[in-house]
């Protein structure tokens, strides 16, 4: 078992597309073309996984895991999925498929969320500035000192 082999079971399977859903998506997401040029394509389960990884966690991009690739590969790949209508088609594809084996009941939906906004890091105190020396003011002489 190598490195990558490794790595990639290092978290729990939720974080995997399983292999029922990579049948659906993969015709779906798979690009037209290769780009010409540059570095190799990233696999696109792979990046898929990155995905799900970033829309599950809510973590930022460049906080993902190197175990699904370059952040910035993976975060390209997803508006681009966007822009295309791929995750889009890709929802329709398993809607329409867990109405064929279970059934939607379409009369009666939920949709349920929760946001919550990240925590702050803790407020820093600020130094306390120690205020610049006052300058000494020229010593006043009374008139009757004056010689």
């Not at 690739?69 to 993976?74: I, N, Q």
């Not at 295309?84 to 329409?96: D, I, K, M, V």
Request: with cysteine; aromatic share 8%.
């Amino acid at each position: 078992m190598n490195k990558r082999e490794v790595a990639l079971q290092t978290l729990p399977t939720i974080w995997r597309v399983p292999d029922e859903l990579w049948t659906i998506a993969e015709p779906i997401l798979r690009p037209a073309e290769h780009p010409k040029g540059g570095r190799p394509w990233m696999d696109t389960r792979r990046a898929l996984d990155g995905v799900l990884y970033v829309l599950r966690t809510g973590c930022q991009w460049r906080a993902l895991p190197a175990e699904f690739g370059s952040a910035t590969t993976v975060h390209d790949r997803f508006p681009r999925w966007v822009k295309s209508g791929a995750l889009q088609r890709l929802w329709e594809a398993c809607l329409q498929r867990y109405g064929q084996e279970q059934g939607i009941q379409w009369a009666w939906q939920a949709a349920d969320g929760c946001l919550v906004k990240a925590p702050l890091p803790p407020k820093r105190v600020p130094r306390r500035r120690r205020s610049a020396p006052t300058r000494p003011t020229r010593a006043k002489t009374a008139a009757h000192a004056i010689c």
